[in-house]
């Protein structure tokens, strides 16, 4: 006979409080991981972020020729540590999604169509690296494709609005 009616006071305390308790780790879950999306689109656009970008835009822009471009990053040592601070970015954003330390939804509306674009532009660097052995680009391409999925289904976006976006 334990219905809601029979229960002491202590205990409707105590089941109050567990609830309490829970809807408090959530929303705190919850701050924690839109934190975590919005500090990785503020790094994207720091003045200083802003410059690497332009430094690895102006560097693709430079010539058609892939093995030509690729040559110029031997040459300029500047230009070899903005593409590689570039590449930690989006592969420290493609960790985060993979293991799900950001709001994914969110993640998705901020970064659409940046991150497709960036992999579109950078695919034949990252190909060039992994051709001599060097694994780059794995987490950036993961999210590249979790992101085409997303955008493309809708149950996987009601899925994820459904969780509240954790």
Not at 74 to 85: F, G, H, Q, R
């Amino acid at each position: 006979m334990n219905t809601i009616a029979s229960m002491g006071l202590a205990d409707f305390i105590s089941v109050f409080s567990l609830l309490f308790l829970a809807l408090g780790i959530f929303l705190t879950l919850r701050q924690f991981k839109l934190t975590n999306t919005l500090e990785f689109i503020k790094r994207y656009n720091e003045p200083d972020f802003v410059n690497v970008r332009g430094i690895v835009n102006s560097w693709i822009d430079s010539s058609d020729d892939d093995h030509k471009r690729i040559q110029a990053i031997a040459e300029d040592k500047i230009l070899e540590s903005s593409i590689v601070a570039f590449l930690n970015l989006l592969t420290e954003l493609g960790v985060a999604v993979n293991n799900k330390i950001v709001n994914i939804p969110v993640t998705y509306q901020l970064w659409y169509p940046a991150i497709p674009y960036h992999w579109k532009r950078l695919e034949f660097y990252i190909t060039d690296r992994r051709e001599q052995g060097v694994e780059i680009g794995v987490n950036f391409e993961k999210v590249v494709k979790s992101m085409e999925r997303y955008r493309e289904k809708r149950y996987v976006r009601f899925y994820y609005w459904l969780r509240m976006g954790l």
